[in-house]
């Protein structure tokens, strides 16, 4: 089961990167009038170039640190998990729920459910890659 846990979890982390690097596309390609919610970034603007340009820096930012995450979950996952090392099951655990708690703070304090699906759709792939190989909390330290 150790061999599918860390094949699951870089297909997941392969996946995180690659959508964050789509969203970065999208913030910088000025002519990709993109969704935000059920309007565009060009309606959400108003016309006003500033704004447009400060939505863009904002999804900008957000896939950069994505991107980081994905890339950060890879080496985990591809060094110390698959090395067997408890500490690194126990931060992709931690990272995932905290990553899903920020996502669906946005339920009770901004009245809205957009973006918490990819969230949840992301925590699952995590949840059972890491049940998976639950057992390495079982094993003596190595």
């Known amino acids: 089961m150790k061999k599918a846990s860390w094949i699951l979890l870089t297909v997941l982390g392969v996946a995180i990167t690659f959508f964050s690097l789509v969203s970065a596309f999208h913030a910088y390609r000025?002519?990709?009038?993109?969704?935000?919610?059920?309007?565009?970034?060009?309606?959400?603007?108003g016309g006003d170039a500033v704004i447009a340009t400060a939505l863009r820096g904002i999804r900008g930012t957000s896939a950069a640190y994505g991107a980081g995450f994905g890339v950060l979950f890879l080496t985990i996952?591809?060094?110390?998990?698959?090395?067997?090392?408890?500490?690194?099951?126990?931060?992709?655990?931690?990272a995932g729920l905290?990553?899903?708690?920020?996502?669906?703070?946005?339920?009770?304090?901004?009245?809205t459910q957009l973006g918490v699906a990819p969230a949840v759709t992301q925590v699952i792939p995590l949840m059972v890659g890491l049940l998976l190989d639950v057992g390495r909390l079982k094993r003596?330290?190595?």
């Open 30 to 45: 000025t002519s990709d009038d993109y969704a935000i919610g059920s309007s565009r970034v060009s309606r959400v603007a």
């Open 77 to 94: 996952v591809l060094g110390p998990y698959r090395r067997g090392d408890v500490w690194a099951w126990k931060a992709l655990l931690v």
């Open 98 to 111: 905290v990553q899903l708690l920020l996502v669906l703070l946005r339920i009770p304090m901004l009245d």
């Open 140 to 142: 003596p330290a190595q």
